[in-house]
């Protein structure tokens, strides 16, 4: 059982270049998101998912777009990076909406870390 | 819009008690969390609180108000383990916005 696992771990862009972020649950979860960190400023949700086929705005949604064409997967596109998106992004999974729940909480990844020069 | 506000860093000494608050000003209300970051690492899910009062778990404890839009979270017997950043974050807008404020940097001294 591998929890929410994020590929990659590091990267390096150059401005202008596209990317994906792979995110994986192995724990049948509904919910999945994407959130980034910035010094100063905690975590920031991007983009959500309710379920399979579906994906809801966050908090920052600009530069980026989402997929979730399977339930245990949810990925992160940047389709033309800018230095403003070099950060850590965590990617996250619960049962119910946010985690909400008594008995349910989100599920963080690693995190990765992009930096775009 | 919404406002979460929290103090930058705090200092504390093994074995002892600290409180970090957490005032939050959101468009409506539905349930505040405490996660715990290490550095360099994942968050991790401490306590939910969505009703007013006090919810205890081992040394952690976290209490709300939801009138005074503050929360607590009170950390006891300090461990070296524990320092770390702490996230207070509100689900707001009948669970339509997941909001972090900018996180408590506790460092934990002999």
């Known amino acids: 059982n591998a929890g929410v696992t994020q590929t990659p771990k590091f990267r390096v862009l150059k401005t202008g270049q596209s990317m994906t972020l792979l995110c994986a649950q192995d724990?049948?979860?509904?919910?999945m998101y994407w959130y980034r960190q910035d010094p100063g400023m905690g975590l920031r949700l991007i983009h959500y998912?309710?379920?399979?086929?579906?994906?809801a705005k966050g908090e920052v949604p600009d530069g980026y777009n989402v997929s979730r064409l399977k339930k245990q997967n949810f990925l992160l596109g940047l389709e033309s990076a800018a230095p403003s998106q070099t950060s850590v992004y965590f990617c996250?999974?619960?049962?119910?909406?946010?985690?909400?729940?008594?008995?349910?909480?989100?599920?963080f990844g690693p995190g990765t870390r992009l930096t775009v020069l | 819009g919404q406002n979460i506000d929290q103090p930058t860093e705090m200092t504390a000494t093994e074995g002892a008690i600290v409180q970090i608050n957490c005032t939050y000003q959101?468009?409506?209300?539905?349930?505040l969390f405490w996660y715990q970051q290490h550095a360099g690492e994942a968050p991790t899910f401490l306590s939910y609180?969505?009703?007013?009062g006090l919810e205890e778990k081992g040394r952690f404890s976290s209490f709300l108000s939801r009138s005074k839009g503050y929360s607590y979270l009170l950390l006891k017997e300090l461990q070296m383990k524990d320092s770390a950043s702490y996230l207070c974050?509100?689900?707001?807008?009948?669970?339509?916005?997941?909001?972090f404020g900018p996180g408590t940097r506790l460092s934990v001294l002999p």
């Open positions: 724990m049948n979860h509904e919910y």
């Open positions: 998912s309710v379920g399979e086929g579906t994906t």
């Open positions: 959101t468009s409506g209300f539905n349930g």
């Open positions: 974050a509100v689900l707001d807008n009948y669970g339509q916005n997941f909001v």
């Open positions: 996250a999974s619960s049962y119910s909406r946010f985690g909400q729940d008594s008995t349910d909480t989100q599920y």
């Open positions: 609180n969505v009703l007013d």
